[in-house]
């Protein structure tokens, strides 16, 4: 065979070996005490959902190189200490209830992804930590609706509103509840131990009711016995019944007295144990008053920063929005003065620069006119000549006249030789303001080439 083809044939087997064992390398085992979460490029579940990862538990799976990646999980029960203190009862009673959790990752299927997506990473401390914060939370919330006795005498009713409580909430995290041991319940006020003292005393003065009722029956049935006895005895000897009998009656006598005493002592006794009954009884109801009169405490705070903390805010919610209100006000105000000033301001400029160059257009005029005020001013009114004449005329223009009767003989009537039509026509021209009488009410002299007005002056 060519040693070429041997070489190539060698380096295909290697590289073949190479990818066997590498894909070989990528399929993992699960142990029994661990769940392994694959993650990257997963499938979805049977119901056609989305998953972020998958999860194995007992099992194998092939690992996809580059589009996928995997960590293991352990299922080793995990410990937790929680010493709840001062937690509030419904009787508002503080309580202690130091107790002791076993708790570890569960293996149901959606309880499996919750763990997957919530504790994949996390050290162990840090597990302890978060189930720690749920517990305290239920614990709190489970002694808030059972009384104190209820959680005292009847535990089994406590642990299972415990675990129901706990459990449901630590399975949002992927966690399940193996175990709940409480080891002791306390309280501040010393109610739980005063009601230990009461059912102590209580069994006591059961015990001693008990004995003393064995005693009693005891002395009337051997008392009885012997009456039968010496009655037997008696009837055969009428005088030893006699002597009995008198020896009865002394017996009895002692026997009363006795009794007496032992009745008298008793009666002490349970007096004493009423008091001290009394003296827990009154030490609990002090201590509940306390719990009581606290509580008001913290309600009076609780109404004090819900009414008058709550008023000074909106108080000073009202006054922020009242001071804004007055700035947008003045705001508004000094933009309307601005846009006032600024257009009083152009119509100021406007009237100014019109003046400006009127002033250099008579400036010009005068200049044109070689430096004479009155020529420049002749050249002015001989501008406007038409406009003034046009003036005049307008003024007598729409004077309606329905019918004007002279009668004119033609003679010469008047002085200066005018006949009385030529005089009518005269007046009514007159009747327009001459031009010099125009010129002087604007300060004014009519220029001397439109005629000088003759001044009659009376000797």
């Given amino acids: 065979m060519d040693p070429n083809a041997i070489i190539l044939i060698s380096v295909f087997a290697i590289i073949a070996f190479a990818l066997f064992m590498g894909i070989l390398s990528r399929y993992r085992k699960c142990p029994s005490d661990k769940i392994l979460v694959i993650y990257g490029k997963v499938k979805a579940d049977k119901s056609g959902q989305a998953r972020s990862a998958k999860c194995v538990h007992g099992g194998a799976s092939f690992i996809m190189p580059i589009f996928q990646a995997y960590q293991y999980m352990d299922l080793t029960p995990i410990s937790i200490t929680v010493d709840l203190r001062s937690a509030l009862s419904k009787q508002n009673i503080r309580v202690d209830v130091p107790c002791r959790f076993m708790v570890g990752i569960s293996t149901e299927p959606g309880v499996m992804q919750n763990a997957a997506e919530r504790l994949l990473g996390l050290r162990l401390n840090e597990i302890q930590d978060l189930a720690k914060d749920i517990i305290l939370g239920q614990l709190r919330l489970v002694i808030a609706t059972m009384e104190i006795e ?48 009461e059912a102590a005393a209580k069994a006591i003065n059961d015990a001693k009711k008990s004995v003393a009722e064995k005693d009693r029956d005891g002395e009337i049935g051997q008392a009885e016995a012997v009456r039968d006895q010496r009655i037997q005895v008696a009837s055969a000897d009428a005088i030893a019944v006699q002597g009995e009998n008198n020896a009865k009656i002394e017996i009895a006598k002692s026997d009363s007295n006795r009794r007496e005493r032992e009745a008298e002592a008793l009666k002490l006794a349970m007096a004493a144990e009423a008091v001290q009954a009394a003296k827990a009884k009154e030490e609990a109801y002090a201590a509940q008053r306390m719990a009581e009169t606290a509580r008001a405490e913290r309600d009076r ?60 257009g008579i400036r010009e ?52 030789g005018k006949t009385a039509t030529s005089d009518f026509l005269s007046g009514l021209m007159k009747s327009v303001p001459p031009l010099g009488d125009v010129f002087r009410q604007a300060g004014m002299d009519l220029p001397k080439f439109l005629g000088e007005e003759i001044t009659t002056v009376d000797n």
Wanted: hydrophobic share 45%.
């Fill in 150 to 197: 209820e959680i005292n005498t009847d535990r089994d009713k406590f642990l299972l509103a415990v675990s129901n409580n706990v459990e449901i909430e630590l399975k949002k995290i992927g966690l399940r509840l193996i175990n709940v041991n409480v080891t002791d319940i306390s309280d501040e006020s010393g109610y739980i131990e005063a009601l230990g003292k």
């Fill in 301 to 360: 705070a609780t109404q004090h920063a819900n009414i008058v903390v709550k008023a000074e805010i909106e108080k000073k919610q009202a006054e922020i929005d009242a001071e804004a209100k007055a700035e947008v006000i003045r705001r508004h105000a000094k933009g309307e003065a601005d846009a006032i000033f600024a257009k009083l301001d152009a119509q100021a400029r406007g009237s100014k620069e019109i003046l400006v160059k009127q002033a250099e």
């Fill in 365 to 416: 005029l005068v200049a044109a006119a070689g430096g004479d005020a009155d020529s420049a001013v002749k050249l002015l009114i001989a501008d406007k000549l038409e406009e003034l004449t046009r003036i005049q005329v307008e003024a007598i223009k729409n004077i309606k006249i329905d019918k004007v009767t002279v009668w004119d003989s033609g003679s010469n009537s008047s002085t200066d």
